[in-house]
């Protein structure tokens, strides 16, 4: 992990561009329909479970909230808080194959279900306005779309500070934005995001030990949109 915002220590990656996205859905796609494989869980099942399990015990937020999952790849961490209660679900995507993979995975698990799910890019205000016609959300969910913003081009923060706003003029006044993320901390989340979010709790992840030094895989903290 990076210990400064400004010189973090992983380079741009083709995990951050859309044309890896794309085949990587393309191929999710043909194994889910031959195979039934819904593919991988990004982060792992036990770090949705985190993010579920806060949401639904202890955020006190009613199951009719607004939620959207931003960068929603094969729509589980959706379907998950489906079936804890939550109601008002959106996913969203820039990848079409990984809308297609979401809707079709949603309707074997539940057949008619009630989750939307939309191509978007998450980079434009434009999209955002122009889909959701002024809608706003008590929840926006991040499980890796932020890292793979930041992989796209590391020296340039551009990308990063585009997301952030978008998300912000996504939520209602007071909305959470749930961030998962395996490639910044707690302190530099909270640095990055600072100018349009506050920091409401961190989500306690496992934690090991290596060279004498301790740390986690994964940083999952809760931030509240500024008025």
């Known amino acids: 992990m990076a210990e400064d915002e400004s010189s973090p220590d992983f380079h741009s990656s083709k995990l951050g561009t859309q044309e890896y996205w794309d085949a990587a859905y393309s191929q999710e796609l043909q194994a889910f329909q031959e195979l039934g494989d819904v593919g991988e869980i990004w982060f792992g099942e036990e770090a949705q479970e985190r993010m579920v399990r806060w949401l639904a015990d202890k955020s006190e937020l009613p199951p009719s909230s607004a939620i959207v ?3 929603c790849g094969n729509g589980m961490l959706l379907l998950a808080l489906r079936e804890r209660g939550f109601s008002d679900l959106i996913g969203l995507d820039y990848s079409e194959g990984a809308i297609e993979l979401s809707k079709k ?3 074997k698990k539940q057949g008619e279900t009630n989750i939307t799910f939309k191509v978007c890019d998450l980079l434009s205000s434009k999209a955002t306005e122009n889909l ?4 706003r959300f008590d929840v926006c969910l991040d499980k890796g779309t932020y890292d793979a913003i930041s992989l796209h081009n590391v020296e340039k923060p551009d990308d990063r500070l585009a997301y952030i706003h ?3 003029s996504l939520l209602k006044e007071a909305g959470l934005l749930m961030i998962t993320s395996c490639n ?3 302190e530099q989340l909270e640095k990055q995001f600072q100018e349009d979010f506050e920091f409401v709790h961190e989500i306690p992840a496992p934690k090991f030990k290596f060279g ?3 740390g986690q895989t994964v940083t999952t903290l809760v931030l509240k949109r500024k008025n």
């Open 212 to 214: 004498g030094k301790s």
């Open 132 to 135: 959701f016609c002024g809608k």
């Open 69 to 71: 999952d931003l960068g």
């Open 166 to 168: 978008n998300v912000s």
């Open 184 to 186: 910044w901390t707690r």
């Open 105 to 107: 995975i949603a309707e």
